[in-house]
């Protein structure tokens, strides 16, 4: 399969969410190479400003299952993967699998559920299978995780673990939309909702076969390296305490690889690295407590490595 047809592939799903999503291309960009990646994304943003409704378009644009789980302290692991009930029937125990079988998954508010409930979905978003009463089952392909989480409310939350961050290929926001952005938000709801009269624009289904294409990519030793001088960056950062995991060079490697094909082209240029390094790498960073208090911040700290890291290692001269 050509580089060509992922473009096309992006570009009319891209056209469809952005109905329902005004002014998010950016965001929506890279939702979709999260799906060519196989990855999962955590969206984190203040309320209201579409989260859920980007999860929902874009399920509906590709014609996949959808569910969605609103996360709560009382939701139970099992809530998530799904239980064995006996039929008395038959004498046996009947699997009944839960909402993780899907497609696309939109795990609401997930820091509202605790992190017992929080781990079942581990294993589901890093090896697209679930163990339930020592059986393991299979997840349907594609399968990808949205999950949302409002950063300005902490009352009843559980701050998620390292080892589920790092689960996530990219966080994101989607942010306010500006005034003349907003206006066509008013003017597009006047009426009915553009999510109810959405449609399948593609096959969903097609996602396993284009990832290949994804992983051809061309990706020359000078960009790979850059990636990995990047990484190395965060670990060695005076005001970091947690540097990026081995996961978070591979996420950048492949997304980039993933953008390149979205927009054309069969080979990876430094401006895709740095496009997609902060979402990328961004949630798995940890600030240090005394420089936290100096107000430095993640986004800060990662914007200035990416203006002191050289591409060519002869620069370093």
């Known amino acids: ?64 299952s959808f569910k969605r789980l609103q996360c709560t302290p009382d939701l139970l692991p099992n809530d998530v993967t799904g239980v064995s009930v006996f039929d008395q029937r038959t004498g046996a125990f009947e699997f009944r699998p839960g909402p993780a079988f899907v ?9 509202r559920a605790t992190p017992r409930t929080q781990s079942a979905l581990l294993e589901a978003m890093g090896e697209y299978q679930v163990s339930v009463d020592g059986e393991t089952r299979e997840l349907p392909r594609p399968f990808m995780v949205l999950a949302t989480q409002n950063p300005i409310e902490y009352e009843g939350t559980f701050p998620l673990p390292e080892a589920q961050l790092d689960r996530f290929l990219m966080r994101i926001s989607l942010g306010y939309p500006s005034e003349e952005e907003e206006e066509r938000v008013l003017l597009n709801l006047q009426r009915v ?62 997304s980039s690889q993933a953008l390149a094909a979205i927009r054309g ?53």
Not at 45 to 50: A, E, K
Not at 218 to 228: A, K
Request: with cysteine; glycine share 8%.
């Open 1 to 64: 399969m050509q580089v060509s047809a992922i473009a096309s592939f992006a570009e009319t799903v891209t056209a469809n969410v952005e109905r329902v999503i005004v002014g998010k291309h950016s965001a929506i960009e890279r939702a979709i190479v999260a799906l060519l990646c196989e990855g999962h994304i955590l969206i984190e943003d203040v309320p209201g400003v579409g989260k859920t409704m980007l999860a929902r378009a874009l399920a509906i644009s590709l014609g996949c």
């Open 103 to 111: 497609n696309i998954l939109l795990a609401d508010e997930i820091n």
């Open 193 to 254: 909702h553009p999510i109810v009269t959405l449609g399948q624009v593609v096959d969903g289904m097609q996602v396993p076969a284009l990832q290949p294409t994804v992983w051809d990519v061309h990706v020359d030793e000078t960009v790979r390296r850059y990636i990995l001088r990047l990484v190395m960056a965060t670990r060695r950062h005076p005001d970091l305490a947690l540097g990026a995991s081995p996961r978070g060079s591979l996420g950048l490697y492949r």
């Open 265 to 317: 082209r069969n080979y990876v240029l430094p401006d895709d690295v740095k496009h997609l390094y902060a979402s990328v790498l961004g949630h798995r960073i940890i600030i240090k407590p005394e420089s936290a208090l100096r107000g430095r911040n993640a986004a800060g700290v990662l914007q200035t490595i990416l203006e002191e890291t050289p591409l060519d290692i002869g620069e370093l001269a």
